[in-house]
């Protein structure tokens, strides 16, 4: 059964740092890794999506790269801002999700960025 | 703007009393989806659809129906809410081909007394 497991759960760092937010999923058998940003009272924005072949994927100050023979992804944000505060959650889609489409969710870390 | 869309964003109501909450998608998306997110449990998947008239049950679907009918929409119903139906629920849409990146919508908080 595939487990998604991000840590830290939560994460407090002044402005400016760089930092980075590990994901970890127990089975390598996936079609996809997807990183989402959740602010309080609203939806899941996504942020990168990374296919099973690839990498890495940079958008901005944002890079998630994928190891996926050890099960490892990783958020790597630059020069951190205090609008970069919300819940960042990493998903996987796993193949024997078929036709479900079915995403599994880690529980997040929620992040601040202090001015 | 491509986006998905719930209404209501937040709901209280009773137990027992019947509710729907809507889903619509705006990017031509075969497939969509049902999550609720709770606390200590994470987001899980309660339904979902491959297509028009093609719906499925996803890891929780106790309590809950969906429909079809129209490709852009995807509703949600709770015909008999229930207290532990409490929760943040998000509607998702993707594509079929490509790169099967999943959007998601605002979330709706239900509270049920």
């Known amino acids: 059964k595939q487990e998604v497991t991000q840590i830290p759960a939560a994460l407090s760092v002044p402005e400016g740092e760089n930092l980075v937010l590990n994901c970890s999923f127990t089975?390598?058998?996936?079609?996809?890794l997807q990183w989402f940003r959740q602010d309080p009272g609203k939806g899941l924005t996504s942020l990168l999506l990374i296919q099973s072949s690839q990498r890495e994927q940079t958008s901005g100050r944002l890079n998630a790269s994928l190891d996926k023979s050890s099960g490892r992804s990783t958020l790597y944000i630059a020069a951190s801002q205090p609008g970069d505060s919300a819940t960042y959650l990493c998903?996987?889609?796993?193949?024997?999700?078929?036709?479900?489409?079915?995403?599994?969710f880690g529980q997040g870390t929620t992040l601040q960025v202090k001015p | 703007e491509a986006q998905v869309t719930q209404n209501p964003r937040y709901l209280i109501t009773v137990t027992g009393k019947k509710l729907t909450v809507t889903c619509s998608q705006n990017?031509?998306?075969?497939?969509m989806s049902w999550y609720r997110q709770d606390p200590g449990l994470g987001l899980r998947q309660i339904y979902y659809?491959?297509?028009?008239?093609?719906?499925d049950k996803g890891d929780v679907p106790e309590g809950y129906k969906v429909s079809r009918k129209e490709k852009r929409n995807f509703p949600l119903i709770l015909e008999s809410p229930s207290p532990n139906q409490t929760s943040l629920y998000f509607c998702?849409?993707?594509?079929?081909?490509?790169?099967?990146?999943?959007?998601f919508g605002p979330g709706t908080r239900l509270t049920v007394t």
């Open positions: 990017m031509n998306h075969e497939y």
């Open positions: 998903a996987v889609r796993p193949l024997s999700s078929g036709n479900t489409g079915k995403l599994i």
């Open positions: 659809s491959m297509n028009v008239e093609v719906t």
């Open positions: 998702a849409s993707c594509a079929r081909t490509g790169s099967y990146e999943q959007y």
């Open positions: 089975d390598s058998a996936i079609y996809n």
